[in-house]
């Protein structure tokens, strides 16, 4: 694998290779010397990821350099905007950012307790129904005509003495 492929990030960007990282801040502000800068140099040269942090880095403090300081804000400021801070938090005493989702979850809720109450119902209807039909059947039993059927015979003797039977004598 490649030094370019190493270096690169989940955007496709390149990044600067951890061991050198240090190094290229010390080259950008001029502070690095002899074998470290010659080293880091020919590092340069082969690193597109190096070379792409040291540019974009080079960059940056151009437009540092380039940008006004801005004026102290002075002592008090941190009180004043500890003061906004508190006050706002008063004034958004009692409101929450999950106040719409607890919201959508109650209605969610009782639309489930109504679907539920409504399948018990339906259930406890259907029993009740089920039970009657069975109580109407019970009531109107009509009792058998004939008797279960006979069993077939199993050998000759058993077969004379069903004819026998069937016919009554009668032959």
Not at 26 to 55: K, M, N, W
Not at 68 to 85: K, Q
Not at 135 to 156: F, G, K, M, Q, T
Request: net charge negative; charged share 20%; glycine share 4%.
């Amino acid at each position: 694998m490649s030094m370019n492929a190493e270096n690169r990030n989940t955007e496709n960007n390149y990044a600067a290779c951890p061991r050198y990282e240090a190094a290229l801040e010390d080259h950008l502000q001029g502070v690095l010397r002899g074998p470290e800068a010659v080293i880091l140099a020919e590092h340069l040269r082969s690193c597109t990821g190096c070379r792409a942090a040291f540019e974009d880095a080079a960059v940056s403090a151009r437009l540092l350099a380039i940008a006004e300081p801005a004026p102290d804000p002075g002592a008090g400021f941190s009180r004043i905007v500890m003061a906004r801070v508190r006050r706002q938090l008063q004034l958004n005493e009692g409101k929450s950012i999950w106040r719409p989702v607890v919201s959508v979850a109650w209605r969610f809720a009782a639309t489930a307790a109504f679907a539920l109450l409504m399948l018990v119902s339906f259930d406890l209807g259907r029993q009740s129904q089920l039970q009657s039909d069975q109580s109407i059947v019970a009531e109107n039993h009509v009792p058998e005509i004939a008797p279960d059927r006979p069993s077939l015979p199993a050998n000759r003797d058993e077969v004379i003495l069903m004819m026998a039977d069937t016919s009554h004598g009668k032959q």
